[in-house]
């Protein structure tokens, strides 16, 4: 799992009204809109639930330690989307206490193996990869006007793979697989096949030949320069949660608005959402 720079993510809060919009024109979505659309819940009926559903978010210095203003800024994003978030005054243990004692509906923290969000009343965990992975799904989902039926091409089969793979089966998409290693793309096939033993699902053994003949794109590897420029087609659609980018700057530029990348802002909606539904 990538571990993120504070300069990887220190204009997020200023850009967010930018970002809503660009969302907004390449899925027909808001960032919240894509958030609902991942859980498949109302928009509307969550919009009068966010702001008394109260998240507050706990630096912790465990391992590496803090990353500065990660949590910041994941607090900024929840208070954009219209959720009542605290970032805690206190760090680790006390922080999380305190979050109890303020009777918060929801923690969300992340040490250096897992990013999590819980719902202190229902005891859920809602897991960061897995709420990315599926967050980018559902926007390439928007994003292509319904990906039933069509090709689909999952590159990385780790844990955020795995999420957006489970959920483009269930959107109907027509899923193929990547990754550089082989066994990781069959363990994923097998695991997926255990619940839709009827779905065909393809394995791409080489990703050079493969990405020009899938439409859409789910690239979600930590590796730099997983899609070369050369080979994005005209019409290519991609939904990047890889961290870093996959894409290298020419071929953000090949692909404009056909691309969608961030490094917090949808997962950390998608695990809101979660959280709340
Ligand atoms: O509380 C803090 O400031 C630190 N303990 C946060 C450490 C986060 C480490 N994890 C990552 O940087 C990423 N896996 C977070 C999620 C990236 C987006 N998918």
């Given at each position: 799992m990538t571990r993120l720079k504070t300069n990887d993510i220190c204009d997020i809060p200023s850009r967010l009204e930018q970002y809503n919009q660009d969302l907004l024109v390449k899925t027909g979505q808001t960032l919240l809109g894509i958030a609902c659309h991942a859980r498949g819940v109302d928009e509307i009926k969550i919009q009068h639930q966010v702001k008394s559903f109260n998240i507050h978010v706990v630096p912790i210095t465990a391992g590496q330690g803090i990353i500065t203003d990660f949590s910041a800024i994941v607090t900024a994003i929840l208070t954009f989307l219209g959720f009542d978030a605290h970032l805690a005054d206190q760090v680790d243990i006390t922080g999380i206490a305190r979050s109890f004692e303020n009777h918060a509906n929801a923690i969300m923290m992340a040490d250096d193996h897992k990013f999590v969000g819980i719902n202190?009343?229902?005891?859920a965990v809602v897991d960061n990869s897995e709420a990315t992975g599926r967050v980018f799904a559902a926007a390439l989902d928007l994003m292509a006007k319904g990906i039933r039926g069509r090709d689909v091409l999952v590159l990385g089969c780790g844990p955020v793979g795995e999420a957006a793979a489970q959920t483009l089966l269930s959107l109907g998409g027509k899923l193929a697989l990547f990754d550089t290693n082989l066994s990781a793309a069959l363990s994923l096939k097998e695991r997926l096949l255990?619940?839709?033993?009827?779905q065909k699902i393809r394995i791409e053994p080489d990703v050079i030949k493969a990405i020009?003949?899938?439409?859409y794109l789910l690239e979600a590897t930590?590796?730099?320069?997983?899609?070369?420029?050369?080979?994005?087609?005209?019409h290519q659609l991609v939904a990047a949660p890889g961290v870093p980018l996959g894409i290298s700057p020419r071929g953000c530029q090949v692909l404009k608005h056909r691309l969608i990348h961030d490094k917090l802002e949808l997962g950390v909606a998608a695990m809101a959402i979660s959280l709340l539904a």
């Amino acid at each position: 799992m990538t571990r993120l720079k504070t300069n990887d993510i220190c204009d997020i809060p200023s850009r967010l009204e930018q970002y809503n919009q660009d969302l907004l024109v390449k899925t027909g979505q808001t960032l919240l809109g894509i958030a609902c659309h991942a859980r498949g819940v109302d928009e509307i009926k969550i919009q009068h639930q966010v702001k008394s559903f109260n998240i507050h978010v706990v630096p912790i210095t465990a391992g590496q330690g803090i990353i500065t203003d990660f949590s910041a800024i994941v607090t900024a994003i929840l208070t954009f989307l219209g959720f009542d978030a605290h970032l805690a005054d206190q760090v680790d243990i006390t922080g999380i206490a305190r979050s109890f004692e303020n009777h918060a509906n929801a923690i969300m923290m992340a040490d250096d193996h897992k990013f999590v969000g819980i719902n202190l009343n229902k005891g859920a965990v809602v897991d960061n990869s897995e709420a990315t992975g599926r967050v980018f799904a559902a926007a390439l989902d928007l994003m292509a006007k319904g990906i039933r039926g069509r090709d689909v091409l999952v590159l990385g089969c780790g844990p955020v793979g795995e999420a957006a793979a489970q959920t483009l089966l269930s959107l109907g998409g027509k899923l193929a697989l990547f990754d550089t290693n082989l066994s990781a793309a069959l363990s994923l096939k097998e695991r997926l096949l255990r619940f839709r033993a009827d779905q065909k699902i393809r394995i791409e053994p080489d990703v050079i030949k493969a990405i020009p003949r899938y439409g859409y794109l789910l690239e979600a590897t930590p590796a730099k320069g997983t899609i070369p420029a050369k080979l994005i087609g005209e019409h290519q659609l991609v939904a990047a949660p890889g961290v870093p980018l996959g894409i290298s700057p020419r071929g953000c530029q090949v692909l404009k608005h056909r691309l969608i990348h961030d490094k917090l802002e949808l997962g950390v909606a998608a695990m809101a959402i979660s959280l709340l539904a």
